[in-house]
């Protein structure tokens, strides 16, 4: 029975349910480390929440001298990406929540090392998130994010659309002002028409309101298209699709998963010792 069972041909035909017999011990006390690691690292971990929001990148429309309307947006998807995931925008969201520096406090350092932006499905949309210690830290700093971002669009967005509302105002005050002019031939023409004799006079008076006609038409026509370029639908600003959302639980796992998983590594470490332990024997 003895040289039968040193035989390497009957070891190796030994089943694993028998390895797993004879190493238990090995197991359990492999079990027991790996569960009493993933509780030390439970406390060690922090919880950390993720805040996420989606922003739509705001547009500008103007009309043109085809007589319709352009609209872009404000800046272009990735270069939005790139513009906040680059380290100065980053600083400037910090400075906003009033840390000088990401080394200045813990929360600092993990907004900035866990900010980032990404495009989103639609061609006008990014995906902004950031991790903090508290679902409330998560949000403000998601929150603070925007701000940075919808600001920096604001920037470049206030030129293009005061100039489309000093083109409105001049394009009404040229308006009223043609207006007045055609009533004042117009009824300087009927007044003409009353007496029996037509005159070169009334000629001009009649091109004259003619004239005036079609620039109100399309000064008119000017107004519209510009008043239209302004309308929400047409020309917006950033803006954010909902409000910053960070779920009640937090994204690292609680104490009793990384006990549980601890434990589940220890026990398949234990096996496999004691598997490799028998192939050598």
């Known amino acids: ?17 028998e390895l797993l017999k004879r190493s238990w011990k090995l197991i359990v006390l492999l079990g027991a480390l790996g569960a009493l690691g993933g509780a030390t690292a439970a406390m060690v971990i922090k919880p950390r929440w993720v805040a996420k929001v989606t922003v739509q990148v705001g547009q500008l429309s103007a009309a043109t001298n085809l007589g319709g309307i352009n609209s872009r947006l404000i800046e272009n998807q990735l270069t939005v990406a790139d ?49 903090g210690y508290s679902r409330d830290g998560a949000v403000s700093a ?3 994010s925007f701000k940075v971002l919808a600001a920096t669009h604001n920037l470049l967005s206030e030129p293009t659309i ?35 004799s037509s005159s070169a006079q009334d000629i001009l008076a009649t091109n004259l309101v003619t004239v005036l006609n079609a620039q109100i038409l399309d000064l008119r026509k000017q ?17 954010m699709l909902g409000e910053p959302y960070a779920p009640d639980e937090p994204s ?15 026990m398949v470490i234990g096996a496999l010792i004691g598997f490799l332990r028998r192939q050598r024997s």
């Open 142 to 144: 998601m929150s603070a």
């Open 83 to 131: 513009r906040f995931n680059a380290p100065a925008a980053r600083l400037q969201v910090l400075r906003t929540m009033g840390y000088p520096t990401p080394a200045s406090h813990r929360d600092a350092q993990l907004y900035f090392d866990t900010m980032r932006a990404g495009t989103g499905r639609s061609p006008d949309t990014v995906n902004l998130q950031v991790s």
């Open 1 to 17: 029975m003895t040289e039968i069972a040193r035989d390497p041909e009957n070891a190796a035909a030994v089943t694993p349910s």
């Open 252 to 266: 690292t796992p609680g104490p009793a998963l990384l006990t549980i998983a601890g434990a589940a590594l220890g």
């Open 223 to 239: 107004a519209a298209l510009a008043q239209e370029s302004l309308e929400p639908a047409r020309t917006y600003p950033t803006r």
């Open 162 to 196: 005061s100039r489309i509302k000093s083109e409105l105002d001049g394009i009404n005050d040229k308006l009223t002002a043609t207006q007045q002019e055609y009533d004042k031939s117009l009824q300087a023409l009927k007044t003409g028409a009353t007496k029996s």
